[in-house]
T-cell receptor
Framework: GNSVTQMEGPVTLSEEAFLTINCTYTATGYPSLFWYVQYPGEGLQLLLKATKADDKGSNKGFEATYRKETTSFHLEKGSVQVSDSAVYFCALSETGTASKLTFGTGTRLQVTL | GAVVSQHPSWVICKSGTSVKIECRSLDFQATTMFWYRQFPKQSLMLMATSNEGSKATYEQGVEKDKFLINHASLTLSTLTVTSAHPEDSSFYIC????????????FGPGTRLTVL
């Protein structure tokens, strides 16, 4: 079956530090890959996505590249801000599965001044 | 745009009672809504997929008679936890998809259920 593995948190960084949150996946077909973010007290929001190998998703300074050879979709940001503090979820959906999402366990990011 | 609301945001109930949670798409019509359950420090687990006007499709291991899902309109889906027990205590989250084939889901803020 499908699965998504994320690095365990929490991740604590100082403002303006470089962020990497690792995500690897297992899927039988050709999934679409997503990063969702959950700010405190709010629902999950789509941060970025990539639908095929070598695609790069980007939004709000965050980037992730769909690497089929390493089955990875690592999230990066060059300079984090306090407002980026949230829980980040990596997820996949496989073609033909009515877009059912399989989530990783989430990684909490805490950015301090 | 693409806002999904849930009501209530939290509920506490006695063991044996039933609890209904509503999920609404506020500014779009949702052909499909999904219900997830999230345990503390764990990922979201899909419980069921509901399409407007048809029966929900439940994931393996989810009791359909315990978790009743109704998707009566294109903007409303409800999840009823029947005869709730303490082990049903969890965070329930819904999401909505705007059209068939779309791969983006819009999530509600979740409902915290505590069964005493």
């Amino acid at each position: 079956g499908n699965s998504v593995t994320q690095m365990e948190g929490p991740v604590t960084l100082s403002e303006e530090a470089f962020l990497t949150i690792n995500c690897t996946y297992t899927a039988t077909g050709y999934p679409s890959l997503f990063w969702y973010v959950q700010y405190p007290g709010e629902g999950l929001q789509l941060l970025l996505k990539a639908t095929k190998a070598d695609d790069k998703g980007s939004n709000k300074g965050f980037e992730a590249t769909y690497r089929k050879e390493t089955t990875s979709f690592h999230l990066e940001k060059g300079s984090v801000q306090v407002s980026d503090s949230a829980v980040y979820f990596c997820a996949l959906s496989e073609t033909g599965t009515a877009s059912k999402l399989t989530f990783g366990t989430g990684t909490r990011l805490q950015v301090t001044l | 745009g693409a806002v999904v609301s849930q009501h209530p945001s939290w509920v506490i109930c006695k063991s044996g009672t039933s609890v209904k949670i509503e999920c609404r798409s506020l500014d779009f019509q949702a052909t499909t809504m999904f219900w997830y359950r999230q345990f503390p420090k764990q990922s979201l687990m899909l419980m069921a997929t509901s399409n407007e006007g048809s029966k929900a499709t439940y994931e393996q291991g989810v009791e359909k008679d315990k978790f009743l899902i109704n998707h009566a309109s294109l903007t409303l889906s409800t999840l009823t936890v029947t005869s709730a027990h303490p082990e049903d205590s969890s965070f329930y989250i819904c999401s909505a998809r705007q059209r068939a084939g779309a791969d983006t889901q819009y999530f509600g803020p979740g409902t915290r259920l505590t069964v005493l």
